[in-house]
Nanobody, 120 residues
């Protein structure tokens, strides 16, 4: 079993910054892609940013230029630096990881989410 635990959410003012972290633990052989998704009230979950094991990144248009995803493979951790936050960034943010639990066996895991609220 693999657990993903997010942290770093909270209240930020418009224009402010937050840094989200997600630590993976458990039966991990290696981790392929890691990513951040968000779900606002009444909306579907959407991709914010993702990063491959090789370091390639992909961002939603709403995140480009403001958010930065990075990972520390030694710590099995993925980060999301969010700058110039806007009220529309308010959502529950979920960590996702594609984990190789043993060679040839890959599973997809989700964290429980961390709430980000952007308000003045």
């Amino acid at each position: 079993q693999v657990q993903l635990v997010e942290s770093g959410g909270g209240l930020a003012q418009p224009g402010g910054s937050l840094r989200l972290s997600c630590v993976a633990s458990g039966s991990i052989f290696s981790i392929n892609a890691m990513g951040w998704y968000r779900q606002a009230p009444g909306k579907e979950r959407e991709l914010v940013a993702a990063i491959t094991s090789g370091g390639r990144t992909n961002y939603a248009d709403a995140a480009k230029g403001r958010f930065n995803i990075s990972r520390d493979d030694a710590k099995d951790t993925v980060y999301l630096q969010m700058n110039n936050l806007k009220p529309e960034d308010t959502a529950d943010y979920y960590c996702n990881a594609v984990v190789v639990v043993r060679p040839g066996h890959t599973l997809n895991y989700w964290g429980k989410g961390t709430l980000v609220t952007v308000a003045s």
